[in-house]
């Protein structure tokens, strides 16, 4: 099992930054990928930006530019720097670890935390 602790989020205004942070503590794979995702009410739930433990990146579309993620390895943790941050940012986001070994593929959800961007 993995663990997912997020941190970070809350309330700003359009323009904004914030910055989000995710421990993850457990089974911790040498070769694994971290991302965040974010999931709007009533709607799926969407990749923001991943990591490799190497340290390839991956943006979706809509934050290229304004958002970055990073990782410490040594600590096992993720972040994301959220710049000139836009209503339609408001969601909740979540944490993602994933994982796999000779027969399966896992993944695991931090518990998600809210970001609200007011116009």
């Known amino acids: 099992q993995v663990q997912l602790v997020e941190s970070g989020g809350g309330l700003v205004q359009a323009g904004g930054s914030l910055s989000l942070s995710c421990a993850a503590s457990?089974?911790?794979?040498?070769?694994?990928?971290m991302g965040w995702y974010r999931q709007a009410p009533g709607k799926q739930r969407e990749l923001v930006a991943m990591?490799?433990?190497?340290?390839?990146?991956a943006y979706a579309d809509p934050v290229k530019g304004r958002f970055a993620i990073s990782r410490d390895n040594a600590k096992n943790t993720v972040y994301l720097q959220m710049n000139s941050l836009k209503p339609e940012d408001t969601c909740v986001y979540y944490c993602?670890?994933?994982?796999?070994?000779?027969?399966?593929?896992?993944?695991?959800w931090g518990q998600g935390t809210q970001v609200t961007v007011s116009s």
């Open positions: 457990g089974r911790i794979s040498r070769n694994n990928v």
């Open positions: 990591i490799t433990s190497s340290g390839t990146t």
């Open positions: 993602k670890y994933e994982f796999a070994d000779a027969r399966n593929q896992y993944n695991y």
